[in-house]
C-alpha cells in the first residue's frame, strides 16, 4: 500500500499561488518585500523536491528526508522573516508573513493542536483516522485564511510602496501547479477508497472476534459506504483522458460491495450455526450412552454432516474473497503508482 | 424448650466475652481508610460535620433497630452525647468509640430482648384481649419509653405475627376455612415456630461469619457510605465475593446467589446469565426470597435467615428442581419452579420470538447488562442481541419490541454496544467526574445492526444501563420508549479495594480478606446535558402500571445524588422524530377501552389513597382472617389481572432455535413456559399494538 502524505499537495499550492514576483523600482520597499520573497522561493524549490520524490521516490527514507528538508526550511524562514525590522513602523506586512510560515509550518508537521481544538474533533469523530482527517481539512482551512490575510497585507504593502505585483510563471511553479493538479484528482479517488478500506478493517477485525455485533454494524456501514463511493465515483472526471485511478477504485469498491451484501451474512450464519451445533453436541453428550434413541444418534449425525458441509462452504468463500480481495488491492497499488509516476513531472 | 434457650444463651455469653476481649484496632483502622477512601473518589463528597455525623447517627439506630423494638428511648439518651460529634475536628476517634459503645450496648440489648421473646413465647397468646397494631407506612422509629411499654410492643408484633403463621394456607387445609377453636388448636406450634425464626434473627448477628463486633462495623460503614450516597457501599470480603460474583462455572446449578438486603431479607444478588433462574424471565436482582420448597417435605421459611446460610441450602442441597417464592420490587409474591442445570458459559443466553399477528415482529427481553466472563470489554449482551436480531431478521421481521423492564442495569460499555446495535455513530451520553471533567460515551461501531421500526419496553424498576439505553435511542429519535417512568439512577460506580492507594491493584485484589468500597464516581448525563437522576425517563407512551407511584425508586433516597446539567456541545445527528403524540392517544384510547388496563388504574389509584391511610388491625383470629381474606383476594385479582393471554399475536420461535430446542427436554420446557409468558403479558399486547402503528406510520 502506497502512503502518502495528504497534507502536502494542497499546501505546497497554496503557497505557490500566494508566492508574487515584483516588477517595479529598486526601492526600499521593493528590497523589503523580496527579502521576504526569497524566503518562500527557497521553500517552493524544497517543495517541488519533496513533491518529486513522492510522485517518482522508491525509497520511502528518502521522501522523508526531503520531507524534513522542506519543514527545515519553513522553520528557517519563519524565523528570518520573524527577525526582519518593521517598515517604516508598520509590522503588518511582515506579521501576516510570519503567522502564514507559522500554520504552514505546523500543517506540514501535523501539529494540529497548536492551531485547532483537537478535543472537539475527536469527539465530532467516529475513529482516529475521522478525526485525522477533519483536522487536516480544518487545518487547511486555517491556512487559506492566513494566506488570503498575507496577500491582503501583502497587496497593502504594495499599494502604499507603489509596487506592481505580477504572478510568477517560472519553470518550477508551473511544475508544481501540475503537479497539485494530478495530487488533487488523487485525493479525491484516495479518499473514496481509504473509507471502505478503513471499513473493511474494521469487519474484518470484528470477524476475527467473532463479535456478531460489531460485524453487523461494520457490515451495514461498509455496505453504505462502498455505495456512497461508488456514486461519487461516476462524478470524477478522468484526469487527461485517464480513468485508471477511477477504475482501480471501483473494482475495490465492487470487492468491498460484494463481501458486505452477500458474502458477510453466510459467515455470521455460519458462526451462528456452530454455536447451535455445540448446544446440540452438549444436550448430546448429556444423554447417557444407553439412553440414546436411533432418531437421538441419526439426529446428530445429520447435525455433524450438515456443519461439516457448512465448514467447508465457509472455508471456499472465505478463500475466494481473500484472493479477490489481494487482486483488488494490489490492482489499486500498481495504478496509483502509476498514475503519479506519469502524470507528476519529474525533479529535473 | 428450656434447655434449648439455654444453649443459646451460653452462645451469647460466650460471645460478649469474646468481644470484650477483642480490641477495636480492625474495625477502626478499617473506618479511617474508608472515610479517607470516600474523600478522595467520592463523585460529592459529604462534609462530615455536626450535621452529617447526627444524621449518620440516626441512619445507623434506625438501621439497627428499625421499628424500636430493641432499644427504649432511655438507651438512646445515653449515646446523645455522640450524636453531633463523630467526626468532630476531622478525627473519627470519637465515630470509633460510639461504635464500640454502641456494639456493647445492642448485643446486651438484644440479650435482653432474648429473655423477653423467650418468656412472651412460654405461655399461650390471650386472644380475648383487645389489642391492635397500626400500619401508617415508613416513618423513622420511636422507641419504647420504658421495659414495661417495649414488652407491650413485644406482645402486639408476636401476636400479629403468630397469626399471620396461623393464618398461612398449610398443606392440608385452608386456615381461612377453619373457625377460630380450629385454629387456636395450632396456637403452640406458631410459637415454637416464632421461635426459631426469632434465634434465626439472633444468629444471623452474634454468630455472623466475620464474628458479632465486626457484623455491627459493616452496618456502621455502610450507614456512613450511603450517607454519601445509596449506591455507595462498603463491602466486607464475603460481601465483596457476592457483590462481585464471577459468573459460577459449576457443573450443576440454579445460577443465582443471595444478598443481604436494606432492612435484614434476603435477597437475590446475582443472576448467572444464562442459568436456570434468568432463563425462568421471572426472577430479577432484588426479589425478596420468602420460602423455598424442594421436591419433597415442607416448604421452609426464608425470612431471618442470613444470606450465606439460603446460598448454603439452595447450593448443597441433593435436589435438582426447587420451588422458590419471591417478593417482587412491586410487592408481587410469585413462586418460580427452577431445575438445577448445567450452565454452558459458551451458550448464548438471550432468546428472540416473532411474535406473529397483523405484523410480524421481533421480541428480545434482557433482564440484565452482563458482560462477558473473562474481562469487562469482551462480548457480552449486547453481542447476545445482535445474534438474536441477525436470527430474528431472518425470520423477515417488521418491528422489533426490545423489553427492558425489571432490568437493574450492569455493564455501561455493555449498555453503549446495545444502543449502537440501532443507530449509525455518534455520542450516547456523558459522564462527569467530581472535578467536572466531562467525557463523551459513544457507540462503539459505525453502521447499525436493526433499521426498522424499534419499541422499548421499561417501567419503574429499569434502571441504570437499561436508563442510558432507553435515553439514547429517545434523543436519537431512534425507539418509542413505552411504559412507565424509569427508576433514575444516573450515577456510575467504581469497586476499590478498601486500603487502595491504587499503584497495584492487581496484588490488592488477589489478597484475601481484603474488604472493599464501591464508590459513586460520576454522573451521567444525557447528549443534551440533562442528567436523569433522581428524575428517570418518563416514557413515550405511558402504560397504568398497578404499583406506579408506590415505590419512587431514587425519588424515595434523602441521600441520592441531585440531577444537574452540563453545559457542553455535542455533535450528533437526530433522526426525524417520531410520531409519539399520535401512537400515544391511539394507545391511549386501546387502554381506556381495555377491561384489564381499566381496572389496573382503579386498582392502582385505591391503593396508592390507602397507602396514605392509617390501617388499624385488629389481633383477633376472626378479625384476622378477614384480613388475610381480602388480602389473599387482592392478590388473587390482581394475579389473575395480569395473565389475560393476547388476543393480537402468537409467540413463535426463529428457525434457528427451534432445532436447538427440540435436543433437550429441559429446554422444550422453559421454552413453553417463555413462550406462555408473553402471550399471558398484556403490556407486551400493547407494546405489540403500539409498534404495529409504527409500522404502518412509517410505511406512510
Known amino acids: 500500500m502506497r502512503h502518502l502524505k495528504l497534507s502536502s499537495a494542497g499546501v505546497i499550492f497554496l503557497l505557490f499561488v500566494l508566492t508574487p514576483s515584483l516588477v517595479a523600482q529598486k526601492s526600499k520597499a521593493l528590497m523589503y518585500m523580496e527579502k521576504i520573497n526569497r524566503e518562500m522561493d527557497a521553500i517552493t524549490a524544497d517543495s517541488w523536491e519533496y513533491t518529486s520524490e513522492v510522485a517518482h521516490g522508491k525509497n520511502a527514507?528518502?521522501?522523508?528526508?526531503?520531507?524534513?528538508?522542506?519543514?527545515?526550511?519553513?522553520?528557517?524562514?519563519?524565523?528570518?522573516?520573524?527577525?526582519?525590522?518593521?517598515?517604516?513602523?508598520?509590522?503588518?506586512?511582515?506579521?501576516?508573513?510570519?503567522?502564514?510560515?507559522?500554520?504552514?509550518?505546523?500543517?506540514?508537521?501535523?501539529?494540529?493542536?497548536?492551531?485547532?481544538?483537537?478535543?472537539?474533533?475527536?469527539?465530532?469523530?467516529?475513529?482516529?483516522?475521522?478525526?485525522?482527517?477533519?483536522?487536516?481539512?480544518?487545518?487547511?482551512?486555517?491556512?487559506?485564511?492566513?494566506?488570503?490575510?498575507?496577500?491582503?497585507?501583502?497587496?497593502?504593502?504594495?499599494?502604499?510602496?507603489?509596487?506592481?505585483?505580477?504572478?510568477?510563471?517560472?519553470?518550477?511553479?508551473?511544475?508544481?501547479?501540475?503537479?497539485?493538479?494530478?495530487?488533487?484528482?488523487?485525493?479525491?479517488?484516495?479518499?473514496?477508497?481509504?473509507?471502505?478500506?478503513?471499513?473493511?478493517?474494521?469487519?474484518?477485525?470484528?470477524?476475527?472476534?467473532?463479535?456478531?455485533?460489531?460485524?453487523?454494524?461494520?457490515?451495514?456501514?461498509?455496505?453504505?459506504?462502498?455505495?456512497?463511493?461508488?456514486?461519487?465515483?461516476?462524478?470524477?472526471?478522468?484526469?487527461?483522458?485517464?480513468?485508471?485511478?477511477?477504475?482501480?477504485?471501483?473494482?475495490?469498491?465492487?470487492?468491498?460491495?460484494?463481501?458486505?451484501?452477500?458474502?458477510?451474512?453466510?459467515?455470521?450464519?455460519?458462526?451462528?450455526?456452530?454455536?447451535?451445533?455445540?448446544?446440540?453436541?452438549?444436550?448430546?453428550?448429556?444423554?447417557?450412552?444407553?439412553?440414546?434413541?436411533?432418531?437421538?444418534?441419526?439426529?446428530?449425525?445429520?447435525?455433524?454432516?450438515?456443519?461439516?458441509?457448512?465448514?467447508?462452504?465457509?472455508?471456499?468463500?472465505?478463500?475466494?474473497?481473500?484472493?479477490?480481495?489481494?487482486?483488488?488491492?494490489?490492482?489499486?497499488?500498481r495504478t496509483a503508482k502509476n498514475f503519479l509516476d506519469k502524470h507528476i513531472p519529474k525533479y529535473k | 424448650m428450656a434447655p434449648k434457650n439455654g444453649c443459646i444463651l451460653l452462645l451469647l455469653g460466650i460471645s460478649i466475652s469474646c468481644f470484650a476481649a477483642m480490641a477495636q484496632e480492625v474495625p477502626c483502622r478499617q473506618m479511617t481508610m474508608l472515610v479517607n477512601m470516600l474523600e478522595k473518589y467520592h463523585y460529592k463528597p459529604v462534609e462530615l460535620n455536626q450535621t452529617t455525623s447526627a444524621e449518620i447517627f440516626d441512619d445507623f439506630i434506625e438501621r439497627l433497630d428499625p421499628y424500636g423494638n430493641i432499644f427504649i428511648s432511655g438507651d438512646i439518651k445515653a449515646l446523645e452525647p455522640y450524636k453531633n460529634n463523630l467526626f468532630i475536628m476531622h478525627s473519627d476517634e470519637k465515630a470509633c468509640s460510639f461504635l464500640k459503645s454502641i456494639t456493647e450496648l445492642y448485643l446486651r440489648k438484644l440479650q435482653k430482648t432474648d429473655t423477653l421473646v423467650s418468656s412472651i413465647l412460654e405461655h399461650p397468646f390471650d386472644f380475648d384481649v383487645n389489642d391492635s397494631i397500626v400500619f401508617t407506612g415508613h416513618s423513622q422509629a420511636n422507641f419504647a419509653a420504658n421495659d414495661g411499654e417495649l414488652k407491650k410492643r413485644w406482645v402486639r408484633r408476636l401476636k400479629y405475627k403468630a397469626l399471620n403463621i396461623l393464618c398461612t394456607p398449610a398443606e392440608e387445609a385452608d386456615p381461612i376455612a377453619l373457625d377460630n377453636k380450629q385454629l387456636l388448636l395450632k396456637e403452640a406450634g406458631a410459637r415454637k415456630k416464632l421461635m426459631s425464626q426469632w434465634r434465626r434473627f439472633l444468629q444471623r448477628m452474634t454468630e455472623h461469619p466475620s464474628g458479632y463486633e465486626m457484623f455491627m462495623a459493616e452496618q456502621f460503614f455502610n450507614t456512613i457510605a450511603n450517607r454519601y450516597d445509596p449506591h455507595t457501599l462498603y463491602l466486607s470480603a464475603a460481601g465483596k465475593e457476592r457483590f462481585l460474583l464471577p459468573i459460577s462455572k459449576e457443573a450443576r446449578a440454579f445460577g443465582l446467589s443471595c444478598t443481604e438486603g436494606k432492612n435484614g431479607e434476603v435477597e437475590i444478588g446475582y443472576l448467572t446469565p444464562g442459568g436456570p433462574a434468568w432463563k425462568s424471565n421471572q426472577l430479577h436482582r432484588g426479589d425478596v426470597l420468602l420460602q423455598l420448597k424442594w421436591p419433597e417435605g415442607e416448604a421452609l421459611d426464608l425470612s431471618y435467615s442470613s444470606d450465606s446460610e439460603v446460598d448454603e441450602i439452595i447450593n448443597n442441597s441433593g435436589y435438582d428442581k426447587m420451588w422458590l417464592t419471591v417478593k417482587k420490587a412491586n410487592g408481587m409474591v410469585s413462586t418460580v419452579a427452577l431445575v438445577r442445570e448445567t450452565i454452558d458459559v459458551e451458550e448464548n443466553i438471550i432468546a428472540g420470538y416473532i411474535l406473529k399477528g397483523e405484523k410480524r415482529v421481533g421480541y428480545i427481553s434482557l433482564p440484565g447488562f452482563y458482560t462477558s466472563r473473562d474481562d469487562q470489554v469482551g462480548l457480552g449482551c449486547a453481542n447476545d442481541v445482535a445474534k438474536e436480531i441477525f436470527k430474528l431478521q431472518k425470520e423477515n421481521i417488521e418491528g422489533l419490541i426490545l423489553d427492558l423492564r425489571y432490568n437493574g442495569g450492569g455493564s455501561l460499555h455493555e449498555a453503549i454496544g446495545l444502543a449502537g446495535i440501532f443507530i449509525d455513530q455518534g455520542p450516547l451520553c456523558m459522564a462527569k467526574d467530581r472535578y467536572q471533567n466531562v467525557r463523551l460515551m459513544k457507540d462503539l461501531n459505525r453502521g447499525t445492526v436493526f433499521n426498522g421500526p424499534l419499541v422499548v419496553m421499561v417501567n419503574g424498576f429499569s434502571a441504570s444501563a437499561s436508563e442510558l439505553v432507553a435515553a439514547g435511542l429517545r434523543d436519537y429519535n431512534r425507539a418509542l420508549i413505552v411504559g412507565s417512568n424509569t427508576f433514575g439512577k444516573a450515577i456510575a460506580q467504581v469497586t476499590f479495594p478498601l486500603d487502595s492507594d491504587l499503584t497495584s491493584l492487581h496484588n490488592l485484589l488477589n489478597q484475601k480478606n481484603r474488604a472493599f468500597v464501591n464508590i459513586t464516581v460520576e454522573q451521567l448525563y444525557r447528549v443534551n446535558g440533562i442528567s436523569h437522576q433522581k428524575t428517570g425517563i418518563a416514557p413515550d407512551i405511558e402504560l397504568p402500571e398497578l404499583f406506579t407511584n408506590l415505590d419512587d425508586g431514587e425519588t424515595s433516597e434523602p441521600y441520592a445524588i441531585l440531577p444537574d446539567r452540563v453545559d457542553k456541545k455535542v455533535y450528533y445527528t437526530p433522526l426525524p422524530e417520531l410520531p409519539a403524540t399520535l401512537l400515544a392517544e391511539k394507545s391511549r384510547s386501546r387502554t381506556e377501552q381495555h377491561d384489564v388496563f381499566t381496572k389496573i388504574k382503579q386498582l392502582s389509584d385505591s391503593l396508592r389513597t390507602a397507602r396514605k391511610q392509617k390501617e388499624i388491625l385488629v389481633l383477633k383470629p376472626a378479625a384476622f382472617s378477614t384480613y388475610v381474606k381480602k388480602d389473599r383476594e387482592l392478590k388473587a385479582f390482581t394475579a389473575r389481572l395480569m395473565k389475560a393471554p393476547a388476543a393480537n399475536y402468537s409467540v413463535l420461535a426463529t428457525r434457528f432455535d427451534e432445532a436447538v430446542i427440540k435436543s433437550n427436554n429441559f429446554r422444550k420446557e422453559m421454552n413453553a413456559v417463555l413462550m406462555k409468558k408473553l402471550t399471558d403479558d398484556i403490556y407486551i399486547e400493547e407494546a405489540y399494538s403500539i409498534l404495529t402503528d409504527l409500522i404502518d406510520t412509517q410505511k406512510k
Open chain 1, 61 to 333: 527514507r528518502k521522501v522523508e528526508t526531503k520531507r524534513r528538508e522542506l519543514v527545515r526550511t519553513s522553520k528557517m524562514a519563519m524565523e528570518k522573516v520573524g527577525r526582519m525590522d518593521a517598515f517604516e513602523g508598520s509590522t503588518q506586512f511582515r506579521d501576516s508573513m510570519v503567522s502564514y510560515l507559522r500554520i504552514h509550518y505546523l500543517v506540514l508537521n501535523e501539529d494540529y493542536e497548536k492551531i485547532l481544538n483537537m478535543e472537539e474533533i475527536a469527539e465530532q469523530s467516529y475513529d482516529r483516522m475521522e478525526a485525522y482527517l477533519l483536522a487536516k481539512e480544518l487545518a487547511d482551512d486555517k491556512l487559506d485564511e492566513a494566506g488570503e490575510r498575507m496577500q491582503e497585507q501583502q497587496k497593502q504593502f504594495a499599494a502604499a510602496n507603489n509596487i506592481n505585483l505580477l504572478t510568477s510563471t517560472d519553470k518550477v511553479t508551473i511544475k508544481l501547479e501540475k503537479a497539485g493538479e494530478v495530487m488533487k484528482h488523487y485525493n479525491v479517488v484516495y479518499l473514496i477508497f481509504f473509507k471502505c478500506f478503513k471499513q473493511e478493517a474494521y469487519l474484518i477485525d470484528a470477524s476475527n472476534k467473532k463479535d456478531i455485533n460489531a460485524m453487523e454494524q461494520n457490515k451495514n456501514a461498509l455496505i453504505s459506504a462502498s455505495e456512497e463511493g461508488l456514486d461519487k465515483l461516476k462524478g470524477v472526471p478522468a484526469y487527461k483522458g485517464d480513468k485508471s485511478l477511477v477504475y482501480a477504485c471501483k473494482s475495490c469498491l465492487d470487492f468491498y460491495h460484494q463481501e458486505a451484501s452477500v458474502k458477510m451474512d453466510g459467515v455470521i450464519d455460519f458462526y451462528l450455526q456452530d454455536e447451535n451445533f455445540k448446544k446440540l453436541k452438549a444436550s448430546f453428550d448429556l444423554k447417557p450412552q444407553k439412553e440414546r434413541t436411533n432418531a437421538d444418534v441419526s439426529e446428530y449425525n445429520d447435525a455433524v454432516k450438515e456443519l461439516n458441509r457448512k465448514l467447508n462452504a465457509f472455508n471456499k468463500q472465505n478463500d475466494g474473497m481473500n484472493k479477490a480481495r489481494t487482486g483488488a488491492l494490489n490492482d489499486w497499488d
